[in-house]
Each structure stands twice: as C-alpha cells, then as structure tokens.
DNA sequence: GAATATTTGCAAATGATTTGCAAAAGAGAT
DNA sequence: ATCTCTTTTGCAAATCATTTGCAAATATTC
C-alpha cells in the first residue's frame, strides 16, 4: 500500500497523467482533516478549476489505487479520506443529528486483527466499521435545549 | 430491544396499523435468508400485493423500532435484515466480484464489547461492520478460469 | 510536429429513494 | 351499522448523488 503522500508519483508510475486538475485536486485533498464527500471538495476547489465530474472520476481513480478510502453513509452518500501512513484504518462516527460523519480513534493493534479476522476465507480489501448514533457534541445540546 | 418475531405486536403497540399488506410484508421478511433490498423484497412479494413506495415506508418504520438493521452497500443501495434476537448484530462481506452481500459469523462477545468501546462518548444506535473484496466462491472460480 | 492515448467539461441519463396528495381502509365512539 | 378522525396506500412526479456519452483539449511518444 501506498502513501497518498506520494500520491503524484504513484499516479504516474500508474500510466495516470499528473495534469493541473489533478494537482488542484492533491493539494485540496491535502487540506482536509476529516472526511469529505465529491462536492464538498468541489465546493472548496479554485472556481473552474476542475469539474465535478473530474472531481468523482479522480476520487474514484485514488480508490482503486487504495490511496483513498471510500466510506458511505447511511443515506448513501461517499465519503472520502486519504489512506496514506499517516491516516491508518479507524472506525467513523455519523451522527443522525447534526449529520456530521466523523474519524474515531485508531483501532488497537490487537483488536485490528480481531476484526480482520472475521473476514477469513475472503479475499479482503477494505474494512469499514461505522458506528451511527448521536455525537458527543449534539447530546451536550440536547442538555442545553432541557435546561431551557 | 424488541424482537422483529414479534414485529406485529410491537407495531401494534406503537401506534402502527398492522394492514394486510403489511402482514404480507412481515411474512416476505421472515422468509428471507441473508440482507435483502427494497426492491429485492417488493419483486418476491405476492404481484399487486403492497406498491414499492409501501415497501420503504415499512423498512423505514421497522428500522426506525430498531426491528430491522439497514447496511448500505458501496454504491448507496440500502439492504435490510431482520433485527430478532435470534439474528444480532454481525459484520458483513460485500463482494465486488459477484456484487452479494452476505453476512459473516457473529462477534463474540468479548470481540463485540472492543469494538463498542470505539463509540464510548457519544450515544450508539447502532455499529456497521462490512468488510468488501472478493469472496471465497469468487476466488474459487478465477482459479477455475486461471487453469483455463 | 504528427500520431496516439488520456483527460476534461458539459449535457443528459441513471436509478434508488422520497414526497405530495387524494382516495381507501382501520379504530373507536354513537 | 354509521360517523368521525387518523393512518395507510398507490401513483405520479420530484430529488439528488453518481455515471455516461462524446467531442474538444491536452499529454506523451516517436
């Protein structure tokens, strides 16, 4: 696996052309914290700098090259995140209130294994582990709304 | 939690109507094996039996009682299980080969608290495992096709 | 620079899920 | 049974993220 740190070089090594669009694109992915879905990206992109279809077949590309992880929330919309050393395999939070998708803390060394290991027999490629509820944030408002 | 075996009772008891074509929908659930789709579900039902759009209405409700889980596949198509207690929570494997999603053993218990830990700090409705590759069955034909 | 392969943008298509709404069907009281 | 009030249903139409078709623009190679 590959970092998406090197992203640009992989992508080359991959017969993929590093054109203006695409560096656009690895910088603003570079940016971000958490994840983000196609048009958030496009939201914050340079105006007319690439397209929204460029967007999604370029995040499309980096998921196939496993520099990008795809996580899918639960009204069916992508979310995306870079998989390079740096950002490790971890669960996510979706808050059904405020809607926020969010990271949760790194799996254990020992329980990362223990989950894999359920996936024996099959050939493995990606692993999401997606816990929906209400986020720490949004229950410190509800509390907020009671009081008053 | 409630048991979905006792779907008719519990809907009742909530104020839901239960209506002939959602006997019918509560039978056409029982019959299924592995996580199914809406329109996987309303293609098997009895021909004129409930309309499409009734057969969302009513997953929405049961998952909303907490008597069915959704898990949405990698392209955004929400599948359906029944959430009785003969049935808990388990990871799941979707297959990019064959496109099936079907479901894996369930987590011990030790296995299941580690995982939950993850969530502690905010509230937990619920916590989806998928794993997604390719299956044994698919791994076992492109060894076929390989001597070939 | 010509020839070839890849990429891009734009418009249009897809396809699952949702919504609006008026008609039909339960529940309960009379 | 009948009337009233609430829930449910079906149908058509709307949504909306994502995908596709295709011709024009841009890289790469020789």
Redesign the interface.
């Known amino acids: 696996m590959e970092s998406l740190c090197d992203a640009a070089k992989v992508l080359k090594s991959n017969g993929v052309r590093v054109t203006p669009a695409r560096v656009v694109l690895l910088e603003a992915l570079h940016s971000r914290r958490g994840p983000f879905t196609a048009q958030e990206l496009h939201a914050n992109l340079p105006a007319r700098s690439a397209d929204l279809v460029t967007v999604y077949r370029f995040l499309a590309r980096l998921v196939k090259a496993s520099l990008a992880r ?1 996580i ?3 009204d ?3 979310y995306y995140e870079m998989a390079c050393a740096h950002n490790p395999v971890h ?1 996510h ?1 979706e ?2 209130s405020c809607g926020r998708l969010f990271c ?2 790194l ?1 254990r060394e020992e ?1 990362s294994a ?2 894999l290991d ?2 024996t ?16 944030a949004c ?1 410190a408002n509800e509390l907020e709304e009671g009081k008053k």
Do not use: I, N, Q
Request: charged residues 15%.
């Open positions: 795809e899918v929330g639960s069916g919309v992508a669960p939070f808050c059904l949760l803390p799996f329980d223990r989950v359920y996936g027999g099959h050939r493995v490629e990606s692993v999401s582990v997606v816990f929906r509820g209400t986020c720490a229950l």
